[in-house]
């Protein structure tokens, strides 16, 4: 499943990102936290050369607790500021201000030894499509500042809120790049809803997620649709069967409607029902950890 999406507004919003970039002091960047690279916009890492950095694996209840520790210590270990959170429910937002004054300690002595004392930072939110920038700036603020909502490009310009007087942030349009490299990544971001869901064949993707689902957490399937974990290797269209008899989807005249328990697989994942997974691993220097998918 070879997936690629770029619309249009990308490119003139990259374009905007990298003028805005000479007026702030730090970034802050959303990944989900189930699948925290393939949800980071590899060219962040060449437009944000000399800025202070700061990782945020934004719905961090949706993934596994032992697999967000791993990534938190990967990222320390590429020397970013990292924590994660929860913006909806706002968990972990109360950390932001204090990781900001340590990723920004030099700029703010810089200022201090010039005399510059009411300068506030000045911060950037980047993140791809549907990673919840706009609920982490609304849930960081107290109020609400930004729209939002649960599908990929509802921001579509960049706007600055003052936090207080010593932060502000500059919201930006979610932004993918040109061409996934590895098909694996556009299989992932379509997983957790970062592709818009019009141009994908949503039966199709809910194989490739069942497929990872019976090899990974095959639990899940059980505790969720009944006996649609049981058989280990099964073809996923008899597990598909399974949730489409469980959940009652049927056409009329009785018959099994797969593209419905495709589609109730899918939201169950992203919403969570089907508990706290990851979908990926760093490949670690030190240990067997690599990618789960």
């Known amino acids: 499943m070879n997936i690629q999406w770029y619309p249009g507004h990308m490119t003139k919003a990259k374009r905007a990102m990298k003028e805005d970039l000479r007026l702030i002091d730090l970034i802050i960047e959303l990944v989900d936290a189930r699948a925290p690279l393939a949800s980071r916009n590899p060219d962040l890492d060449e437009l944000g050369k000399g800025k202070s950095r ?9 993934a596994g607790e032992r697999e967000n520790g791993v990534w938190m210590d990967w990222f320390r270990a590429k020397g970013f500021y990292v924590t994660e959170v929860n913006s909806q429910r706002g968990d972990g937002i109360k ?23 009411n300068r506030p930072v000045r911060a950037m939110v980047v993140g ?13 603020a107290g109020k609400a500042c930004t729209r939002t909502g649960n599908k990929p490009g509802v921001t579509r310009g960049n706007q600055w809120i003052r936090l207080n007087k010593s932060l502000e942030l500059l919201d930006t349009p979610g932004i993918l790049w040109p061409k996934f490299e590895d098909p694996k990544v556009g299989l992932l971001l379509a997983m957790i809803g970062s592709i818009n869901d019009e141009i994908l064949d949503r039966d199709e993707l809910a194989v490739e997620l069942l497929k990872f689902l019976q090899e990974k957490k095959p639990e899940v399937l ?3 649709y009944g006996s649609a974990g049981k058989e280990e290797g099964g073809l996923t269209e008899e597990v598909l069967q ?20 495709a589609g109730i697989l899918i939201e169950d994942f ?5 508990g706290r997974i990851t979908l990926e691993l760093p490949k670690l220097e030190s240990s067997t950890e690599e990618k789960l998918f």
């Open 242 to 261: 399974q949730i489409a008899r469980t959940r009652a989807c049927l056409k009329k005249g009785g018959e099994l409607d797969l593209t419905k328990a």
């Open 54 to 62: 700061v990782i945020l694996l934004n719905k961090a209840d949706l």
């Open 95 to 117: 950390k932001i201000n204090g990781i900001v004054s340590e990723a920004c300690k030099e700029k703010l002595e810089r200022d201090r030894r010039r005399g510059i004392l």
């Open 128 to 140: 791809i499509p549907n990673v919840g920038k706009s609920t982490f700036i609304n849930s960081f």
């Open 222 to 224: 059980e505790e969720r």
């Open 270 to 274: 992203r919403s969570g029902r089907l």
